[in-house]
Antibody
């Protein structure tokens, strides 16, 4: 069974940092691009970041709202995806989902499997 | 304001048909990037309903169908059931933003 399990969420003050992790199982992690999506309270889904798989695993993409503050990485030896979040703001408060991509050309990629999310609360 | 525009809510009686629109522009849907659709219930993982405009993953009932034309796409649900009540989102890629964009979401209420 394909599974994604997020962890690392919690409460942090504005300006603080958190590192989210996503443990993957049930599929060949290194063969797939991965991403993070968030859902803010009372609002919809927002794409956050994407990392390609090998041989382009150094290629990343970020939403304008997080570029320069968040960093996405992956450890294929541990089947784990990460999101380092620095300079957190109140409006970063959200449930953060880890998701696996499928598709042909990257502009047509889509998320076929999602985790259940981890809650990040940024508040003073 | 989402780049992809969806109606905030739609409703229908059990057994009826409803459609949810997703309107974009020349930098996303109109650029011939694929549209994908998700169903989301609070507290759960979003579920893929339609990929590549009109394809259903295995396990998704054929009551769900997708279409795309010019700068818009639509999700149709026939034979409405009570457990179809959820939030629905479209997803595509936007070349101006160099990233993926979701619609604002549509709350489906089964009357």
């Amino acid at each position: 069974e394909v599974r994604l399990l997020e962890s690392g969420g919690g409460w942090v003050q504005p300006g603080g940092s958190l590192r989210l992790s996503c443990a993957a199982s049930g599929f060949m992690f290194r063969d797939y691009a991965m991403g993070w999506v968030r859902q803010t309270p009372g609002k919809g889904l927002e794409w956050v970041s994407t990392i390609h798989n090998d041989p382009d695993a150094g290629t990343t993409h970020y939403a304008d709202s997080v570029r320069g503050r968040f960093t996405i990485t992956r450890d294929d030896s541990k089947n784990t995806l990460f999101l380092q979040m620095n300079g957190l703001r109140v409006d970063d408060t959200a449930i953060y989902f880890c998701a696996k991509y499928r598709g042909e050309t990257y502009q047509n990629w889509y998320f076929d499997v999602w985790g259940r999310g981890t809650l990040v609360t940024v508040s003073s | 304001q989402s780049v992809l525009t969806q109606p905030p809510s739609v409703s229908g009686a059990p057994g009826q048909r409803v459609t949810i629109s997703c309107t974009g522009s020349s930098s996303n849907i109109g650029a011939d990037f694929a549209v994908h659709w998700y169903q989301h219930l609070p507290g759960t993982a979003p579920q893929l309903l339609i990929y590549d405009n009109n394809n259903r993953p295995s396990g998704v009932p054929d009551r769900f169908s997708g279409s795309k034309s010019d700068t818009s796409a639509s999700l149709a649900i026939t034979g409405l059931q009570a457990d179809d009540e959820a939030e629905y989102y479209c997803l595509s890629y936007d070349s101006s933003l160099s990233g993926w964009v979701f619609g604002g979401g549509t709350k489906l209420t089964v009357l």
